[in-house]
């Protein structure tokens, strides 16, 4: 049997946010149907677009993320072809001078880093939203004109896990940026999939096959799963990969047919005559660069390399912007950074997630917070009495720091902790024979201390202690 590599190539859509659209002064929401468009929206005659400086704004924030090469002039092109979702016959867009070409974006994939590299990415106006019904269409002009922003891999991923890894970098690229919503459940984000099969001592790509308009990752990796099965029987049978645009069909797992594809559509491109070239200055790009977070893969590497941080625990922490701002915020204020990532990662996250809350839910302040981790990190209230306080202030919305109060602190003092160890030897006489005659009672008489001071004694100092007691029998 022949090895066959798959090569994927992803086209990512994603709209932005902005009070208005791409070109018109039209609202950018969703809103009742027709109701919010223009005359440019829906191709008038004598119409005259004019560039939405906050899509620009944040188009090139997203290149510059993505490391892409920024133009010094913007230009934008015309598209032309007819469709009702485009009235006007045409759609502006770039093609000759995108808004940021030969980028990349760092993923991990099982422990293994890859650079997925972006041929471009370009800003355009999205398309009218169309429900083909059984004899008729409905036709929704909101959506014609939203700002879009198309980034197109080049043909580099070679599986669809790493197809879904990039995916949701990209994603996360938009939400740390707070360019987009990303919402694929709303078609805010939407996926077209390229995919072919090579042989492995080959040099050239293989035949490719489109897939369009995928609204999930989900789907994504499906269809990506469901489309190299389908080639590569095609090719042990020897047959031939034809060219062509498919159709993901969830229900039952399989591809079909929409349309052949012997060449690229010609959509007779040329430059839109009614927007005038822009300077992107270089103050413009710097006070662009000023704004920009630390983003999602920044973090990650200085979560492990300053902080210690595992790398899963790290990627929990940065997979949400908001989870990661809160994290810093509570380390500002002097916190351990592992230790804070142990009771967020371990405890407070599965309480939120239990409880069906979000970080944005809850109500204690990164200084309350960092003072509780102080504490268990100086030894005055165990990892248990933290967890215990956190659930109790969250449970019953009572200020952290006076929760702790009333719980009190971890007896840390060895002394005290002999005295309660002798205590509780004389209680349980015979679990000290149990012990002469050989047995390993340590964790039962553990359970004895911690069950007699409620969990209050220093794990670590009463299980030293408790071994000097013993020895001593």
Avoid: W
């Amino acid at each position: 049997m022949n090895k066959y590599i798959p090569v994927i190539g992803l086209e990512v859509h994603c709209e932005l946010k902005s009070n208005s659209k791409n070109f018109s002064t039209a609202k950018n929401d969703e809103g009742e149907a027709n109701t919010n468009l223009s005359v440019v929206d829906i191709g008038y005659p004598g119409i005259l677009p004019v560039v939405n400086k906050e899509a620009v704004r944040k188009s090139l924030m997203v290149a510059l993320a993505l490391n892409c090469e920024i133009p010094k002039r913007l230009s934008f092109d015309r598209k032309n072809y007819y469709y009702p979702d485009l009235p006007k016959g045409y759609q502006i867009t770039q093609f000759g001078n995108p808004i940021g070409t030969k980028g990349y974006v760092m993923i991990n994939v099982d422990g293994v880093e890859k650079k997925i590299t972006i041929q471009d990415t370009h800003l355009e106006e999205d398309t009218a939203n169309m429900d083909h019904l059984s004899n008729y269409s409905l036709i929704d002009y909101n959506r014609a004109g939203v700002p879009l922003l198309e980034t197109v891999t080049d043909p580099c991923i070679n599986s669809s896990k790493e197809a879904i890894a990039y995916l949701e970098a990209l994603r996360n690229i938009f939400l740390y940026l707070g360019v987009s919503d990303a919402r694929a459940d709303l078609g805010q984000i939407r996926v077209d999939v390229n995919v072919s099969l090579k042989r492995e001592k080959d040099s050239e790509l293989g035949t490719r096959v489109e897939m369009k308009n995928i609204n999930s990752f989900t789907t994504v990796k499906e269809a990506i799963d469901v489309e190299i099965k389908r080639q590569t029987d095609i090719l042990e049978a020897g047959g031939v990969i034809e060219q062509e645009t498919r159709r993901y069909d969830e229900v039952n797992k399989c591809t079909h047919f929409m349309r052949g594809k012997v060449d690229a559509i010609d959509y007779k491109y040329y430059r839109e005559p009614n927007i005038p070239e822009i300077t992107l200055t270089d103050n413009f790009i710097n006070s662009i660069k000023k704004v920009m977070p630390v983003l999602e893969y920044e973090r990650k590497i200085k979560y492990t390399n300053e902080y210690g941080i595992s790398t899963v625990d790290a990627g929990t922490l940065t997979k949400n912007k908001k989870l990661s701002d809160y994290f810093e915020d509570i380390i500002s204020y002097g916190a351990s950074p592992k230790d804070t990532s142990n009771i967020i990662v371990g405890f407070l996250l599965g309480y939120l997630n239990k409880n069906n809350k979000n970080i944005s839910d809850i109500d204690i302040t990164a200084s309350d917070f960092s003072d509780i981790i102080k504490m268990m990190t100086d030894g005055k209230i165990s990892n248990k009495q933290v967890k215990d306080i956190f659930t109790k202030s969250l449970d019953e919305n009572i200020n952290l720091l006076e929760v702790a109060k009333s719980i009190g602190t971890q007896i840390s003092d060895k002394e005290e902790i002999r005295r309660i160890i002798n205590e509780v030897f004389k209680e349980n006489t015979k679990v000290i024979e149990d012990y002469k005659n050989g047995k390993n009672v340590n964790g039962f008489i553990m359970g004895l201390v911690m069950k007699k001071t409620g969990g209050k004694v220093n794990p670590g100092i009463t299980n030293m202690v408790l071994k000097e007691e013993l020895e001593k029998l």
